[in-house]
């Protein structure tokens, strides 16, 4: 057979040629497409899932709260914002030098209250963590479990298991004050040893806080209970590690090397 009659054959019927096939059905071929959301619906569900999320975020890693009061001047003032880092004792306990939040052991804020707090709107959002919350305490940790503090060497400077802290860097330098302790006209008293589960605190604001030795018994007071001055550490709801506002003093918060030379008592 010649090469002619080989290309003369004519093609099988039964058969098409490769061109000629329909192609092969793409996947999802046959689906009905996916219909998208309204706006107004699309909306809403954005809006859930973003106040979740802010609700995980303040209930188990980070809240946002005012400062109530000029207790911890210079660092903090009042209505500055700041942030809390919940988790930051989450297996362990507060650490001395430590700036935290907690709740009002009972009749410590002496009714100190965010004006903004009064708006219907304001106090639902802060519930759900969109909004700095109230009836909180910001203080420094001065002393832990079993720790005994004492005010004041000849310096004027607070020792904490006999040895003194250099406070400078953060204590607020009032003349009215004769120390770094002062209760009202006394700078000679002792405290602790702390007992467990507890911690003393002060502001840094030493002559304007009401602190622990604020809620400290004095002498031949008989309508005091002794203890009242220590905080349980239960009530703390974490670390302060952020001022966020106002935007010209945004800063990260660190613990002070002051209390880097005070040992555990033992």
Request: glycine share 10%.
């Amino acid at each position: 057979m010649t090469s002619e009659d080989r290309d003369s054959q004519p093609l099988d019927v039964g058969k098409e040629s490769r061109s000629s096939a329909s192609p092969a059905p793409s996947p999802g071929a046959g689906r009905k497409p996916r219909k998208q959301l309204p706006l107004w619906q699309e909306t809403i569900l954005l809006g859930a899932v973003a106040l979740i999320l802010a609700i995980i975020v303040k209930t188990f890693f980070v809240q946002a709260f005012y400062i109530p009061s000029e207790s911890m001047e210079p660092g903090l003032i009042r209505n500055d914002r700041i942030l809390v880092q919940k988790m930051s004792y989450w297996g362990g306990e507060p650490q001395r030098g430590d700036v935290v939040v907690f709740k009002d052991p009972g009749g410590w804020l002496g009714g100190v209250e965010d004006p903004a707090q009064s708006s219907l709107l304001v106090r639902a959002a802060t519930k759900i963590g969109l909004y700095p919350a109230g009836g909180h305490l910001v203080k420094r940790v001065i002393g832990v479990e079993g720790d005994v503090i004492t005010c004041c060497d000849d310096d004027g400077n607070i020792s904490v298991n006999g040895v003194p802290l250099e406070e400078s860097d953060y204590v607020n330098d009032d003349p009215a004050t004769a120390c770094n302790g002062p209760r009202p006209g006394n700078c000679d008293w002792k405290a602790g040893p702390v007992p467990e589960g507890k911690l003393f605190v002060m502001g840094d604001n030493r002559g304007r806080s009401a602190d622990s030795s604020e809620h400290m018994c004095r002498e031949n007071e008989t309508d005091c209970a002794p203890g009242y001055e220590f905080v349980d550490s239960d009530l703390v709801v974490g670390r302060v590690f952020a001022l966020i506002w106002p935007f010209d003093r945004i800063r990260l918060d660190h613990r002070p090397d002051s209390f880097d030379a005070v040992k555990d008592a033992e």
